[in-house]
Structures are given as structure tokens and as C-alpha cells.
């Protein structure tokens, strides 16, 4: 494969937001059998976020990202060409969450639509948001990573229910104008672990009827251990190979942004890839799996640290299977943004 273009697609700012309800491994404790100790230990998840106001849902996290967004980038939502939504947890099945996102925000020029590539869902958003400002044709383009989990998840089910947290993360791409931005992706998506990450019914496979809620299958189903096993190979694998045909290194790379679904996993992606820990990104500790919120949410975390220059890669993993790496330039000060 040819090494793509240098790009002109880049971030130019990152808001996240997190409900206020925090749901600790001790509620956990009271709702199923399972303990902090094993929690802690199993996964390095302490506490999630959980959405637990009436008539709220997915959209509405992620507008509150993208209002905050906008207000520190000083960019109005009629300003807004394009609006891409990396979610599982849609509003409603149709129609799509971006549009719903659109009228919650006021972009009124814009259009939109979801991309539904589970954990990976931000990367996925992030490559296709990037190939729309590239074409020159659009400036303004927001890419959002949010997911209300807890509206999936079985609290019956203590190999899942102790995972998933609710978040968003939204960021604005822009034309880059400093020459940093995105410079290389590896996107993947082979459908060959669909059946050990899925939410069974629901779709036109296994429309919902009496029988799909009874037998629980509205909620998400993981066989954990593919899962892990095949997670640390793909990320592993796609860091490497963006790594290698970019002809850099560890010691170039500033940060590396993975997925957050367990400790253990991201242990073992920066283990076999030799990279320091203290260059990777972890937040999974307090708010859990937010599925396709994690990476964004871990940049914005980090934003304040953030330089221009800086080599970055992003990497996830999740149902499909899904997976791959993004590797890119940070393009501004993140010590000088000032957030209200
Ligand atoms: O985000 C996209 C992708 N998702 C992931 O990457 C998640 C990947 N998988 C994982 O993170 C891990 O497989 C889990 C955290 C889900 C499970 O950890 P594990 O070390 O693979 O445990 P296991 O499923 O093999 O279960 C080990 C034992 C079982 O008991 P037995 O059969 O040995 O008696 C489980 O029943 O732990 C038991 N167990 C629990 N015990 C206490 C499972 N969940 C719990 C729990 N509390 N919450």
C-alpha cells in the first residue's frame, strides 16, 4: 500500500461531557455478585457515569459536548457544514442522532448522520470527517464519539453491567492551516467477531417481539475473553504497522490514545509494543467503557498538555470486530485554550 498524502484535515478543538451520576463498584456490590476487589483488579474501572435524567438521552450528551465546543472555539452552529456521530445507542433507531444533535445545537446549515462501528466508532467518525474536509468542500465538520450505555446494558449481568459508562466527546475538524492534522489511518472492520459483542434483537435479524425481551436480548451480549484476546492483537498490530510505515518510534510519539475497556488490555497493547505507560492516556478508572466516548474523552482530559507538533495515535477496538489506529499532528496550544 502507498503511504497517503500528507493530509489538511485538522483538530482544532475537544469538549467532552460526563453525566453527573456516578456509579461506583460499591453500588455495583448491591445490584449484582461481584466485588470492588475483583472489579479493580479485572479491569481498573473504579467508577462510570450514568445518565439518570427522564427524557435524556445520547444526543443530548453529545450537544452538551458540542456546545462547550463551540463556545471555547468561538464558532457559531450555524457555522457547522457537517455533523458525524460515532454511537451504538442512537436515539431512536431513525431518525439518525447527528440530525437530532443538529436541531439540539442550532447547526442549522448542516447535515449529518451516524456511524455505528461500536468501541471503534470514534475512529471510524474521525476518518470519514477527515475525507470531507480534505475535499476541500467542507470547513467546518464536527465528529462526535457518545454513548449512553446504561440504556443497553443488563444490570443483571455481571460480566458486562460493571464495564459500560455514559459520556460524549465531540471535536471540530478543520482545513489545517499550520501543516498538522491527521497524517495516516489503518481502518478495519471484518465482521468475523460479530457474534461475541453484539445486542442480538432489535434489528431486521431478530425483530423485537415478547420472546427477544424475555430472553434479555435487547441488551449487549459479550464473550469476554475473544474479545480481550482479540483487542490486544489489533490494536497492537495497527499501532505497529501505522508506526512502521511512518517511520517512527516510541520515542517520537508523545501520547498514545487507546480505547478504554479494560486496564489490562491497555497494559498489554503498550507491553508488547514497548511503550511507556506513562505516554498512554487513562482515564477508564472513573469513567469505565463509554464505548465510543473514550478516546475523545481522554483527549480532552489531556487537552491542557497538548502541543502543536506532537506525534499522536489513537487506537480502538470493539464489536464487528471493528478496530485500527489513526496517527496524527496535534495542531494547537492546548495550555492556552481557556475553558468557561
Ligand atoms: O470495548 C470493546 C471491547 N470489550 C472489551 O475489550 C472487553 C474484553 N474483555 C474483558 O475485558 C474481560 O474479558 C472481562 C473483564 C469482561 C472479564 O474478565 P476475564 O478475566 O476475561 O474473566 P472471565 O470472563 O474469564 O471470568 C472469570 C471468572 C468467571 O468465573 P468462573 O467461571 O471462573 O467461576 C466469571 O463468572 O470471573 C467471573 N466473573 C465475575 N466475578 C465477579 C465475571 N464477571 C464477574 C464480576 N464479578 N463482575
Same mark, same amino acid.
Request: proline share 4%; charged share 20%.
Given at each position: 500500500?502507498?503511504?497517503?498524502?500528507?493530509t489538511?484535515a485538522?483538530?482544532?478543538?475537544?469538549?467532552?461531557?460526563?453525566?453527573?451520576?456516578?456509579?461506583? &463498584?460499591?453500588? %455495583?456490590?448491591?445490584?449484582?455478585?461481584?466485588?470492588?476487589?475483583?472489579?479493580?483488579?479485572?479491569?481498573?474501572?473504579?467508577?462510570?457515569?450514568?445518565?439518570?435524567?427522564?427524557?435524556?438521552?445520547?444526543?443530548?450528551?453529545?450537544?452538551?459536548?458540542? /456546545?462547550?465546543? %463551540?463556545?471555547?472555539?468561538?464558532?457559531?452552529?450555524?457555522?457547522?457544514d457537517l455533523t458525524i456521530c460515532g454511537?451504538?445507542?442512537?436515539?431512536?433507531?431513525?431518525?439518525?442522532?447527528a &440530525?437530532?444533535?443538529?436541531?439540539?445545537?442550532?447547526?442549522?446549515?448542516?447535515w449529518g448522520f451516524d456511524i455505528n462501528a461500536?468501541?471503534s466508532g470514534f475512529l471510524y467518525a474521525l476518518s470519514t470527517g477527515a475525507r470531507f474536509v480534505e475535499s476541500?468542500?467542507y470547513?467546518?465538520v464536527l465528529v462526535i464519539g457518545?454513548?449512553?450505555?446504561?440504556?443497553?446494558?443488563?444490570?443483571?449481568?455481571?460480566?458486562?453491567?460493571? %464495564?459500560?459508562?455514559?459520556?460524549?466527546?465531540?471535536v471540530?475538524l478543520?482545513?489545517?492551516? &499550520?501543516?498538522?492534522?491527521i497524517?495516516?489511518e489503518?481502518m478495519?472492520g471484518?465482521?468475523?467477531?460479530?457474534?461475541?459483542?453484539?445486542?442480538?434483537?432489535?434489528?431486521? %435479524?431478530?425483530?423485537?417481539?415478547?420472546?427477544?425481551?424475555?430472553?434479555?436480548?435487547?441488551?449487549?451480549?459479550?464473550?469476554?475473553?475473544?474479545?480481550?484476546?482479540?483487542?490486544?492483537?489489533?490494536?497492537?498490530?495497527?499501532?505497529?504497522?501505522?508506526?512502521?510505515?511512518?517511520?517512527?518510534?516510541?520515542?517520537?510519539?508523545?501520547?498514545?490514545?487507546?480505547?478504554?475497556?479494560?486496564?489490562?488490555?491497555?497494559?498489554?497493547?503498550? &507491553?508488547?509494543?514497548?511503550?511507556?505507560?506513562?505516554?498512554?492516556?487513562?482515564?477508564?478508572?472513573?469513567?469505565?467503557?463509554?464505548?465510543a466516548?473514550?478516546?475523545?474523552?481522554?483527549?480532552?482530559?489531556?487537552?491542557? /498538555?497538548?502541543?502543536?507538533?506532537?506525534?499522536?495515535?489513537?487506537?480502538?477496538?470493539?464489536?464487528?470486530?471493528t478496530?485500527g489506529?489513526i496517527?496524527?499532528?496535534?495542531?494547537?496550544?492546548?495550555?492556552?485554550?481557556?475553558?468557561?
Amino acid at each position: 500500500m502507498t503511504l497517503m498524502a500528507r493530509t489538511s484535515a485538522k483538530i482544532a478543538g475537544i469538549q467532552g461531557y460526563v453525566p453527573e451520576y456516578v456509579l461506583t &463498584n460499591a453500588e %455495583l456490590e448491591q445490584m449484582v455478585e461481584t466485588s470492588d476487589e475483583w472489579i479493580t483488579s479485572r479491569t481498573g474501572i473504579q467508577e462510570r457515569r450514568i445518565l439518570k435524567e427522564d427524557g435524556k438521552a445520547t444526543s443530548d450528551m453529545a450537544a452538551e459536548a458540542v /456546545k462547550g465546543l %463551540l463556545a471555547k472555539t468561538n464558532i457559531k452552529p450555524e457555522d457547522i457544514d457537517l455533523t458525524i456521530c460515532g454511537t451504538v445507542t442512537p436515539d431512536t433507531v431513525f431518525p439518525d442522532t447527528a &440530525n437530532t444533535i443538529n436541531s439540539k445545537i442550532g447547526a442549522s446549515n448542516a447535515w449529518g448522520f451516524d456511524i455505528n462501528a461500536a468501541c471503534s466508532g470514534f475512529l471510524y467518525a474521525l476518518s470519514t470527517g477527515a475525507r470531507f474536509v480534505e475535499s476541500g468542500k467542507y470547513k467546518k465538520v464536527l465528529v462526535i464519539g457518545v454513548d449512553m450505555m446504561s440504556s443497553i446494558v443488563d444490570y443483571q449481568d455481571r460480566a458486562t453491567c460493571i %464495564l459500560f459508562g455514559d459520556g460524549a466527546g465531540a471535536v471540530l475538524l478543520e482545513p489545517s492551516d &499550520n501543516g498538522f492534522g491527521i497524517v495516516d489511518e489503518i481502518m478495519r472492520g471484518d465482521g468475523q467477531g460479530r457474534d461475541y459483542l453484539i445486542m442480538k434483537a432489535g434489528g431486521s %435479524l431478530n425483530p423485537p417481539s415478547a420472546e427477544t425481551v424475555a430472553r434479555r436480548e435487547h441488551f449487549v451480549h459479550q464473550e469476554g475473553k475473544p474479545v480481550f484476546k482479540a483487542a490486544v492483537k489489533g490494536m497492537t498490530d495497527a499501532v505497529r504497522l501505522i508506526m512502521e510505515r511512518n517511520d517512527i518510534t516510541n520515542d517520537d510519539v508523545s501520547w498514545l490514545v487507546p480505547h478504554q475497556a479494560n486496564k489490562r488490555i491497555i497494559s498489554s497493547v503498550s &507491553n508488547a509494543l514497548d511503550f511507556p505507560l506513562a505516554k498512554v492516556m487513562m482515564n477508564i478508572e472513573r469513567y469505565g467503557n463509554t464505548t465510543a466516548a473514550t478516546i475523545p474523552l481522554c483527549l480532552w482530559e489531556w487537552e491542557s /498538555k497538548l502541543q502543536p507538533g506532537d506525534k499522536i495515535i489513537l487506537t480502538a477496538f470493539g464489536g464487528g470486530f471493528t478496530w485500527g489506529a489513526i496517527y496524527l499532528e496535534w495542531s494547537y496550544d492546548g495550555a492556552l485554550v481557556v475553558n468557561s
